[in-house]
């Protein structure tokens, strides 16, 4: 077994168990219904998805797709061009490296919680120039732009994730509007918080790590948007916290397969009907891992707040309400400023029963 830097290894509490518990319970929903000419003209035609997509987020927070309609040679692409991009020399790729001023590009010091995340990423805006706050003080009302930074190499690394980005955009759009009308509400619900929207897209390349059971590939965290739309590749690490237990159950890599979760938008929208559930991801001896992490997000000035649908005087708003825009910058602060303090989580907007 190698040595590595103590930044990476995890307090024993939330080192990995090297056995797997394999996830039997995720739900596999078939999109099918959805993706035919009928769906229009019948409504009923894809009431059976809704309900399952309505348990599993309840349930689970986590399920997976098939037959969702992406166009699988834009996935390949997408892939081809990560692991090119991936095994270039690190001064090739630390020319786009992030910073606190250029927050998108490459980045190889991710931290979750304050320990070091086992990862190479590339993260990216999917709407271009995304309009945010220029600081998370409440008070300071300015606005700033954040830009793409792209790699020369390979050449066809821009397209491949701008295609793929849009391809995976009318997955996500549409999986909200299943969402809603799980809800009870119109399908059409959540559309004007995603005009502006500051969805992001990151790329993650977890290499062989020579001490699996000490270090994690991203530690345990929760999304912070609306829905995330995972693709990861066949070598599998991905784990998910159940709710029932508290135990991590691996997500098994489905082929052409897509892993979706709740964010913690969604669950303050739900009004904790819905839970974004903590994940994290392992790391191996072996072989290398990629994975493709699509978050969809509100626009900046969206104010996130339990919708009035689901309220009334017996079950009462659980969140007051907060700035997406905010949210996103301070999280994205305390990554760089490396602040010994807890990232900002919607319970700091909770309301006392
Ligand atoms: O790579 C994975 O399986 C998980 C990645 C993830 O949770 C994230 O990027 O938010
Ligand atoms: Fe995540």
Excluded at 125 to 143: G, I, R, Y
Excluded at 188 to 212: A, E, I, W
């Amino acid at each position: 077994m190698g040595e590595i830097d103590p930044a990476f290894i995890q307090d024993p509490d939330h080192r990995p168990k090297l056995f797997i518990i394999e996830a039997e319970g995720i739900p596999l929903i078939d999109l099918s219904p959805i993706n035919s000419p009928d769906s229009i003209t019948d409504p009923k035609a894809i009431e059976g998805v809704v309900r399952e997509i309505g348990s599993a987020c309840k349930g689970w927070g986590f399920f997976q797709v098939i037959n969702h309609g992406v166009q699988l040679d834009k996935l390949r692409n997408i892939e081809t061009a990560a692991r090119k991009f991936f095994a270039l020399p690190l001064e090739e790729k630390r020319k786009i490296r992030r910073d606190e001023k250029s927050v998108l590009g490459y980045y190889d010091c991710e931290r979750t919680k304050n320990v070091r995340d086992w990862k190479e990423v590339f993260d990216l805006t999917v709407e271009e120039p995304a309009l945010v706050p220029a600081s998370p003080d409440p008070e300071d009302k300015e606005e700033t732009e954040w830009h793409n930074r792209w790699p020369e190499h390979p050449p066809e690394y821009r397209e491949a994730c701008e295609e793929y980005a849009q391809e995976i955009e009318k997955l996500a759009l549409k999986l909200m509007g299943l969402v809603a009308l799980s809800l009870g509400l119109p399908e059409n619900k959540f559309s004007r918080y995603f005009k502006d929207q500051t969805t992001s897209m990151t790329l993650n390349y977890y290499p062989p790590c020579p001490s699996p059971q000490l270090a994690l590939g991203v530690g345990p965290h929760k999304d912070g948007g609306a829905l995330t739309v995972l693709a990861q590749d066949e070598v599998g690490g991905l784990e998910v916290k159940r709710k029932t237990d508290g135990e991590w159950i691996r997500v098994k890599p489905t082929p052409n397969a897509y892993v979706i979760n709740v964010g913690d938008s969604l669950q303050v929208w739900s009004n904790d009907i819905y839970h974004s559930v903590e994940h994290r991801a392992m790391v191996n001896s072996e072989k290398k891992r990629f994975s493709i992490a699509y978050s969809l997000k509100p626009s900046h000035y969206t104010l996130i707040k339990p919708l009035e649908e689901l309220i009334s005087e017996e079950n009462p708003a659980k969140y007051r309400p907060y700035n997406w825009g905010k949210f996103m910058t301070h999280r994205k602060l305390t990554n760089f400023k490396k602040l010994n303090v807890e990232n900002i989580q919607i319970h700091h907007f909770r309301l006392s029963e």
